[in-house]
């Protein structure tokens, strides 16, 4: 017998794992380009590639809270980070 979560249960669930991965975006963009003086065309490829497939995760949720910290995200990320936007 399998039990379903409840449909709040999984919605909390969602929330905290894009939060999780907005997080991890802010550490691989330091691990990955913060000590790179050069940017080369492959490395701002590679930006822009994880940088899409974060924010087409967060813009399926509905959730204002997330798309709120999604653009926090994205603007500190972009203040650190300018070549990539």
Do not use: C
């Amino acid at each position: 017998m399998t039990v379903s979560p409840h449909p709040q249960d999984y919605e909390r669930i969602l929330q905290d794992n894009l939060k999780s991965e907005l997080e991890w975006l802010v550490e691989e963009f330091e691990l990955l380009f913060k000590n790179k003086k050069e940017k080369t065309k492959e490395v701002l490829m590679l930006g822009n590639k994880i940088l899409d497939n974060i924010i087409d995760n967060i813009k399926t949720s509905n959730s204002e809270e997330l798309i709120n910290l999604l653009a926090i995200t994205l603007n500190n990320n972009e203040t650190s980070y300018p070549e990539f936007f």
